[in-house]
């Protein structure tokens, strides 16, 4: 599924377009039970509950990156409490030939 938004996401966004993706991370045989406070603007803050107790899910840092890695160059990384923020542009994958992607 994740490959598969990945892949939607590189389609849609223009040549040198750039991804912005902030997720928590999570690795398989773990639970994520946070509330975090997202800053909108100087006066108004939100709390946002993020919840995954399925322990099948792997959102660890390592896997989007590995994931991302295709298709994407990482321009910047950050890493904070349990949360990773990662700045991808799109690659030029086109002259890519078929038996390489296999």
Request: glycine share 2%.
């Amino acid at each position: 599924m994740k490959e598969q938004l990945i892949c939607f996401i590189y389609n849609v966004l223009d040549e040198n377009g750039e991804l912005y993706l902030w997720d928590v991370d999570k690795g398989p045989r773990e639970v994520f039970n946070y509330n975090i406070k997202v800053q909108i603007s100087e006066e108004n803050t939100k709390i946002i509950k993020i919840r995954d107790f399925n322990f099948l899910n792997d959102n660890s840092k390592e896997k989007i990156i590995k994931l991302l890695a295709p298709k994407f160059d990482i321009i910047d990384f950050d890493y904070n409490d349990d949360i990773f923020y990662i700045r991808a542009k799109r690659r030029d994958v086109k002259h890519e030939s078929f038996i390489s992607r296999y």
